[in-house]
């Protein structure tokens, strides 16, 4: 178990640094975002800065994400497919290009084929592999997430605005299932019912078995800063031998409250040199 860096900086680009640890020097970083709780609003702010780098960056979808007539992203071009109409796509530097089949209110995946073909234009893939209808917590269907083999780093992101509230639908996506298959009667979410989210076969690790995984912990504004000792500690001591990046932070904010490194995952340097 790694040491635990208590921060002050930015949730971006502690990120950023964990990624460029996962992913090849050469070709398109291909990053997947799985879990609940903010996962699109990571998703703008990953493609945000780097597009300020001058980065090419394409942002898709294996299962479904919003459609941008009902979602305004703040990307510079949306590819949007129909049926019977394939559109090129055309990377561009410091631009980021949404890219998916329309699917009503939704948009979903295109073809693994033409995504293959597509994210070579591209520095920064970023794919949003399942979905959670909104709510913090979530527990995967048997269907999701849908993870690619191109993918380097996932990024498992949970909401903590659930802790202390009613367990049930509004808080957790499909939170029967959750009960089932955990057998948890707790009546309010507790930092145990993030442990067996870690812990369980399907919970933030399905999918991912051959990729680096970050969990990153979203919404710490909503809670007090005891709460989110009392987490990490509870996160950190669970039994295992999955090796994997422990962040919290907040989008809101973007801003990093604590970094730690679980098991064998590499070093960052970058942030470990900023720890108090």
């Known amino acids: 178990m790694g040491e635990m ?8 680009q502690a990120l950023d640094a964990c990624a460029r640890e996962c992913c090849p020097k050469k070709g398109p970083w291909v990053v997947a975002v799985t879990g ?13 800065y780097w597009e300020q780098q001058g980065l090419r960056v394409l942002v898709t979808t294996t299962t479904r994400m919003a459609h941008p007539k009902v979602h305004r992203y703040p990307f510079s071009y949306a590819v949007i497919e129909s049926d019977d109409r394939q559109l090129p796509v055309q990377a561009y530097p410091g631009a980021t290009v949404l890219y998916g089949r329309d699917a009503a209110q ?9 995504l293959l073909s597509v ?25 999701d997430p849908v993870i690619p083999e191109e993918v380097s780093l996932v990024i498992a992101v949970v909401g903590l605005s659930a802790l ?3 367990l049930d639908e509004r808080v957790m996506y499909l939170s029967d299932r959750y009960r089932e298959l955990t057998g948890d009667t707790a009546s309010v979410v507790s930092p145990q019912v993030y442990r067996n989210l870690l812990r369980h076969p399907e ?12 969990v990153c912990c ?5 809670i007090g800063a005891a709460e989110v ?16 990046m422990l962040i919290v932070g907040s989008w809101h904010q973007n801003r990093l409250e604590y970094i730690q490194k679980i098991s064998g995952f590499s070093e960052i340097k970058e942030l470990s040199r900023e720890s108090v």
């Open 5 to 12: 860096h208590e921060l002050r900086g930015s949730l971006v």
């Open 36 to 48: 609940s709780g903010g996962k699109t609003t990571m998703i703008e702010h990953l493609a945000g």
């Open 106 to 114: 939704k948009i979903a995946a295109v073809d693994h084929e033409s």
């Open 119 to 143: 994210m070579q234009q591209f520095d920064r893939v970023i794919i949003e592999a399942d979905g959670a209808r909104g709510a913090p917590l979530k527990i995967h269907a048997e269907r």
């Open 164 to 166: 202390g509230r009613p």
């Open 203 to 214: 919970g933030l690790f399905k999918g991912c078995e051959k990729q680096e995984t970050v």
């Open 218 to 222: 979203n919404q710490s504004d909503t």
């Open 229 to 244: 000792k009392q987490l990490v500690d509870t996160l950190a001591s669970t039994p295992g031998d999955r090796s994997f």
